[in-house]
């Protein structure tokens, strides 16, 4: 059974950073892309960014890019989100997800993957 906690998130003030990190547990880390996605009250799950099993390859929205970092570690079994300049439009629900039985491809389809995690709540203030 793979599981995925999240943590990390808070509050914090519009142009800050957070770093949110998902530890993984279950199954063989190292063969799974991870991504995150986010929902935000009233709105659905978006894709925020995703990355391959190495970490060679990473993939933004266009709304994130340049802001945020993806990055993984496979001897941590952890894959982390380093978001910078944060905007009040990135408060939401911070889901990290597992592509489990799909190819090393950094999918941003939200039905690629196969298990999330509970989420961790980003809230953004003036």
């Known amino acids: 059974q793979v599981q995925l906690v999240e943590s990390g998130g808070g509050l914090v003030q519009t142009g800050g950073s957070l770093r949110l990190s998902c530890v993984v547990s279950?199954?063989?880390?190292?063969?799974?892309?991870m991504a995150w996605f986010r929902q935000a009250p009233g709105k659905e799950r978006e894709f925020v960014s995703a990355?391959?099993?190495?970490?060679?390859?990473?993939y933004y929205a266009d709304s994130v890019k340049d802001r945020f970092t993806i990055s993984r570690s496979n001897d941590e079994n952890t894959v982390h989100l380093q978001m910078d300049s944060l905007k009040h439009e990135d408060a939401a629900v911070y889901y990290c997800?597992?592509?489990?039985?799909?190819?090393?491809?950094?999918?941003?389809?939200?039905?690629?993957?196969?298990?999330w995690g509970q989420g961790t709540q980003v809230t953004v203030s003036s």
């Open positions: 997800a597992a592509d489990v039985y799909g190819s090393d491809y950094e999918s941003d389809f939200i039905g690629a993957y196969d298990y």
């Open positions: 279950g199954g063989t880390f190292s063969r799974y892309a």
């Open positions: 990355i391959s099993w190495s970490g060679a390859n990473e």
